[in-house]
Structure formats: structure tokens, C-alpha cells
């Protein structure tokens, strides 16, 4: 997502842009996610309180974010980071950084569809639900900061004013609130209309093509080692997802990026008739609605590099959609899935210059909001790559955890 929305960003500035990847594009974690566009949702992912928490939820596999003990070891570093980052101060910096970046979000969703990127978007908001209506106002204090953005404090509704509107939510729901502003999108039809998109407008898409390290000396490199012989470029974007800090280190930086293990089911004809997706607080889970299927999707796993998927995880994930809901999706029907997100120790995005560097660049780290970020980072890097720098950039700058390994 992240990589071919700089590509087209790029090819409109009129540069010359080839695109590789090792799979096909929007093949990884920018497949099976919620694809939810919610600029309401920018805090990051350590928030105050979340330190103490999490430890608790260590030890529960069906709590929604669960550290895996046995690579313990070797995220303790990463963890300790991201820990120290679970304080007032540096969650109000980060929404704030967050909610700016994504001043420009919608906006540039109804370019790209302007432009002839095809891809399935609908504008029915996000409705936000307990099982305990005591939750709802700890959901809600972020909207104090969104104000500048034209976000309103929603109502708190009852159960029964949400099943109004919701008929398909269980007699368990207490309250909750709707945002009307936000948006969701089916993101592999995002991914597939950015890649013809950007191959009209002459971009190189090449596929099945890895990203081996790179050719040069000093500050700036020449060209790439691929699987399929050098590329020669003069300046380069690294948008690897949760493989970026691996993809880094082949160039001697230094990227903490960790992988945040995600699953999602998909249920064709799922016998639920849903008109927007919802967002099961307590068990921080989301549920998207598409033409013809629904998408569960949830759980922050922090394992290592790795896709394997846990049924264990999974039929938690199932057992805590369904209490929120009044009709068992047709499970059975589903397709499951598992994706990386790219999650750093502050929680916002790497995006800027590579430390060390003068012709990489970095988008990533994106976590939860990659499909809502990817527009603006684009834009973003692209005005950083064209040498604009942007009083918001400082809070991506890759520079912030600088150290060559
Ligand atoms: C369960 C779940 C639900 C989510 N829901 C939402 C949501 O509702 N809204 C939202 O905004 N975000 C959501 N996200 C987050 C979002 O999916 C990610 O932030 C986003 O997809 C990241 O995009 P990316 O392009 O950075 O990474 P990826 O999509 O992972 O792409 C990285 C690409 O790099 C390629 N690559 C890696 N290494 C190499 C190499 N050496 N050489 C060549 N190519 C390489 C890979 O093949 C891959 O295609 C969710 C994530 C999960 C897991």
C-alpha cells in the first residue's frame, strides 16, 4: 500500500519510478486488513496505562495484543523502548503528529478516485461499540485533540439506540458511538487499482522481484542487488513493511521496526446484514462490511518475524466477535488470514531519510493506520524526497532512534 502510493505520488512530480517487489504488491499485511480510513483513530499504540496492562495480558492468548514469552528475548530491547513510550506526554505528541499527517486524508482518497484509481470505498462511518457502556468516554477523550480537525464529541447512545441503527448487534452491547466521517475500503481492490494505475501513468511495476542490498559506497548508493541482477537508480524508497528494518540493515542502518501479527477472517454471504463496519471496543476488534463478504479483523501479537498463523488465536478472535454480534457469521464460509504490521517503539511512522544516507528515503511503520496513512505519506515523502521539508515531518524522521549498527 505504503510503496505503490508513493510510486504514483512520485510519477505525478514527473520522476521516473520502478516499483519492486518480492511478491506481488498488496500481497502482505495491505491485504486482509479492516481497511478502514478512520483519521479519528491517529493515537499511537503506546498509551499511558498500556505498560502495566499489557503485562497482565502476557499471559491470556486471547487478550488483544499478547507477547509471545518465547521471543521475549529478543524483542526485551524493542519492548523496553516501546514501555517508555507508554506516558501522557508522548501519546498527546504522537496523536497530535497523527491526527496533522491525516489532516489531508480524506481529501486525497477523493483525488485518487478522481484520478481513475478504481477501488471499492464507502463513506457509511464507523460505529464504535461496549459491551460495558463505562467504556465508551475512555474511546472518546482523543476527540478533545481532534477538534482542530473538525471532529465533534460524538453522542453516547444506549444499546438500544445503537441497535436502531445497527440491527445485527447482540442484546450485550450497552453503548457506544457513531463517527460519521470516516470511511472504509476493501484494500486488496486499493492495492490492485494503485498498480494498474500507476502502469498507465508509466510506472515499472515488477513483481517477484527481492530486494537483496544495495551497491555503493559512503553516503549514497547506486544501485540495489534484486534476485534478478543490479538496479541502478539515484534515489531510492525503502516501503517494506515489517521486513523494512531487515531491508535496512542489508545498507548498515538501523530501523526498529517490529512485526505486529494481525488476523482476519473473511465470510462470504455471511448471513449479517451490516451497513458500516464496527469497532468492538472492549475486545478491539473490527468488523468490515464489502460487497458480498464481512472481515473480522484483530489481535496485536508480538512473536517475531514470522507469519505463522494460530488457530488458538484465531477461535479467539471468533468467540469475542460473537458476543458483540446477534447472528454467527457462516464461519465455516470464512478465509482466514494473518498480516505484519510494521509498529515502532513510539508508535508513529518512520518516514524520511535513512540515517547515514543521502539518496534513501524510509516509509513504514505505519501499524494500524497504514491504509489511512498511506495518502499522505506519500505526499509526505515525495515533498521530502523533492528536498520541501514540513514542520510535521520532524515527528517521522527516521533520525529520531538514529544508530548504524
Ligand atoms: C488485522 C489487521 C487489520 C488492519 N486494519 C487496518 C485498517 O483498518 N486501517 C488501516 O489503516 N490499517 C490497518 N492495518 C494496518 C495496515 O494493514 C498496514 O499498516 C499496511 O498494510 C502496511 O502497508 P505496507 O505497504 O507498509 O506493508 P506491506 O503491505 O506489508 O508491504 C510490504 C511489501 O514489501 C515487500 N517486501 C518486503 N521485503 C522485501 C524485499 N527484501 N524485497 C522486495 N520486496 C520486499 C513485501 O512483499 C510487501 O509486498 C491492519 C493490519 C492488520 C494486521
Known sequence: MIGLAAAYAFR????????????????????????????????????????????????????????????????APWLWRFWRHCNARD?????????????????????WAADGVAFEMH?????????????????????????????AVPKLLTGDALRAIEPDLSEQVTGGFLVESERHVRPESLTAGLARRVEELGVTVRSGVGVLGAVGGGRVIRALRTSEGE????????????????LAATMGAALPVEAGKGYSITVADPALSLRRPLYF????????????????????????????????????????AERYLR???AWERGEEWVGLRAITPDGLPLIGRLPGYDNVYVATGHGM?????????????????????????????????????
Open 12 to 75: 505525478h512530480r514527473q520522476h521516473t519510478v520502478t516499483v519492486i517487489d518480492r511478491g506481488p504488491p498488496g500481497g502482505e499485511c495491505s491485504r486482509g486488513n479492516a481497511g478502514w480510513v478512520v483519521p479519528f483513530l491517529s493515537g499511537p499504540l503506546p498509551a499511558p496505562g498500556l505498560g502495566l496492562r499489557s503485562l497482565g495480558w502476557m499471559l491470556r492468548r486471547d487478550s488483544p495484543l499478547h507477547v509471545d514469552l518465547r521471543a521475549l528475548p529478543g524483542l
Open 91 to 111: 501519546y498527546a505528541h504522537g496523536l497530535e503528529a497523527v491526527a496533522t499527517l491525516n489532516g489531508a486524508t480524506m481529501r486525497l482518497f477523493d483525488a
Open 123 to 151: 463513506q457509511s462511518g464507523l460505529l464504535v461499540v461496549f459491551l460495558d457502556r463505562a467504556h465508551a468516554p475512555e474511546a472518546m477523550v482523543d476527540f478533545a485533540a481532534l477538534e482542530d480537525l473538525g471532529y
Open 231 to 246: 538496479l541502478a537508480a539515484d534515489r531510492f524508497l525503502i516501503a517494506a513493511g515489517a521486513w523494512s528494518g531487515r
Open 281 to 320: 471496543g472492549e475486545a478491539k476488534i473490527g468488523v468490515s462490511p464489502f460487497r458480498n463478504s464481512v472481515r473480522v479483523a484483530g489481535t496485536m501479537e508480538l512473536s517475531g518475524m514470522n507469519t505463522r498463523l494460530h488457530v488458538r488465536r484465531l477461535a479467539a478472535l471468533r468467540r469475542s
Open 327 to 329: 447472528v454467527r457469521p
Open 369 to 405: 493506520l497504514g491504509v489511512t496513512l498511506a495518502p499522505a505519506t506519500a505526499e509526505l515523502v515525495a515533498d521530502l524526497m523533492d528536498g520541501c521539508t514540513d514542520d510535521v515531518a520532524a515527528s517521522f524522521d527516521p533520525a529520531r532512534f538514529a544508530r548504524r549498527t
